[in-house]
Structure formats: structure tokens, C-alpha cells
């Protein structure tokens, strides 16, 4: 099957040499892709139909049937990325950080030391899906990582998606009530989540519910309150506040 990929890549190459030099390049591109996707699918089906003969043994033993299904989807995954690595690449789960060198991150992952190498074409993402750089991954954060293997001991990983599963901030906003009050910080009662700690700072924007600004002093336990901004999941604080709205204090005029 490896064999047949590599002529068919080779006879491709010469064919778009040959052709594209005649001025008919969007066609024939066209036409190639479409003959690369029938080839990975022919690929893929000669690939899942070997996994099931080799394990058909296995089924007629005391395998339970769901162990088998797992152990045929394990061997297509297996094949298929040994085949075409871009396709599904390989990687970690629940990697921890123990020392970061520039662009060289090196993790333990199943008591296994590992080294994952940032290039250019590298996407750091937080936990929720924002993007990072290096310079927010820490010793001690869990990642998960996939890219391509660079030695047959998989000691090495070049990266091209990297997940720190410890940066755990997004924008978030909150309903609650006001539970307690101190300089620069208050905490809010929510219907769904636990208490969070909502830090206040200059930037903060305090408005009555017309969004009138008021201070800070004016905020009282009880209050019913809406709170944004950037909110760390593991520590239940909002830290980057950007507005609270108290929809306990009426306007000027307005009674309660």
C-alpha cells in the first residue's frame, strides 16, 4: 500500500511538471486533487480492512465485543497516521511542564521525559480556546500537544498545536449578589457557579442600573450585581474587571 503512494506521488509530480508548463495549471490542479483525495480514500479503506482480518482472531476468543471495537479503531488510527503523519497527528495528553529553554519545552508525560519543539508554524491556545504565546506557559502547567514525532522513540515532538490546560482565563460575566466587601475587592453569590472573587481597579467601570457611574463606596452587601471580565476558572476570581452594573441603586429619581 506504501508502495503504490509513493509511485503515485512520483508519476503525479511528473505529470504536473509535464502539463502545468503548457498553461493549463488550474485544471489539471483540480483534477490531481481530486485523484489525491481517491487515493488517501482508497488508502484508508485498504488500511481498515486489514485491521479487521488481523483481528477477527481476537473476536472469536473471550474478547468482549466493546474491547474489540476499541482495539480495530485503535489499529485504523495507528495505520492511518503512520501513513499520512499531516492527517492525524500524534501528540500528548496531560503533559506537565518541567523546564522551558526558548523554543525547547520539556515535559513528563507517563513518567516519560519529552521534548517538544515550538517552530513558526506552532499555535499556542489556553485552555478555552485563546491564543497564548511562550512566554505564558509556566513549570508545572499541564499541556496537551500534538505535532510530529522526530525520533522512532518519541522522545522528541516538533509542534504544530500546543494546549496549556492551566490557562484557564476568558471573558466571562456573572450574576450574583454581593456576598462581602473589602478595599479593591468584592465577592459575589452566583446562582450556578461557586462564589467568585471579583478584583476592582482603576480601570473598573461602576454604573447604577440606568449605567450612571457610581463609586465604589456606593456598592452595599446584598446589592444584585452583573460583573465582566477576564475570569481564571481555577481560582473563581474575575481579575480583569471591566464592568459592574449594581442593579440594586435606582437612578436619581427613580424609586427602588
Keep these: 500500500m506504501k508502495k503504490t503512494a509513493v509511485f503515485f506521488v512520483i508519476f503525479l509530480f511528473l505529470f504536473n511538471t509535464q502539463v502545468f508548463g503548457q498553461g493549463n495549471a488550474p485544471q489539471m490542479q483540480n483534477a490531481i486533487r481530486k485523484e489525491i483525495k481517491e487515493e488517501v480514500r482508497e488508502s484508508i479503506k485498504g488500511i481498515k480492512e486489514e485491521a479487521r482480518n488481523e483481528i477477527t482472531e481476537e473476536k472469536r476468543l473471550a474478547t468482549p465485543s466493546g474491547q474489540a471495537g476499541q482495539n480495530i479503531r485503535s489499529r485504523i488510527l495507528e495505520r492511518i497516521r503512520k501513513l499520512y503523519p499531516k492527517l492525524l497527528p500524534a501528540g500528548l495528553n496531560q503533559a506537565e511542564i518541567k523546564v522551558i529553554s526558548g523554543n525547547e519545552i520539556t515535559v513528563t508525560h507517563e513518567s516519560k521525559e519529552v521534548k517538544l519543539l515550538v517552530t513558526e508554524k506552532t499555535v499556542i491556545l489556553k485552555k478555552y480556546g485563546g491564543k497564548a504565546l511562550v ?3 509556566k513549570v508545572g502547567h499541564l499541556v496537551s500537544a500534538r505535532g510530529t514525532w522526530q525520533d522512532s522513540d518519541n522522545a522528541v515532538l516538533e509542534l504544530r498545536i500546543l494546549r496549556d490546560l492551566s490557562l484557564q482565563k476568558r471573558f466571562a460575566t456573572f450574576w450574583g449578589k454581593i456576598k462581602s466587601l473589602s478595599e479593591g475587592k468584592l465577592v459575589i453569590e452566583t446562582a450556578k457557579r461557586e462564589d467568585q472573587a471579583v478584583l476592582v481597579k482603576e480601570s473598573t467601570k461602576i454604573v447604577n442600573r440606568a449605567h450612571k457611574e457610581i463609586p465604589f463606596s456606593e456598592l452595599k452587601e446584598g446589592h444584585r450585581v452583573r ?3 477576564t475570569w481564571d476558572s481555577s481560582l473563581n476570581q474575575v481579575e480583569e474587571t471591566r464592568l459592574i452594573k449594581d442593579w ?9
Excluded: H, K, N
Excluded at 248 to 256: D, F, M, T, Y
Design 135 to 137: 512566554s505564558d506557559l
Design 227 to 229: 460583573v465582566s471580565g
Design 248 to 256: 440594586s441603586i435606582a437612578p436619581v429619581g427613580e424609586s427602588e
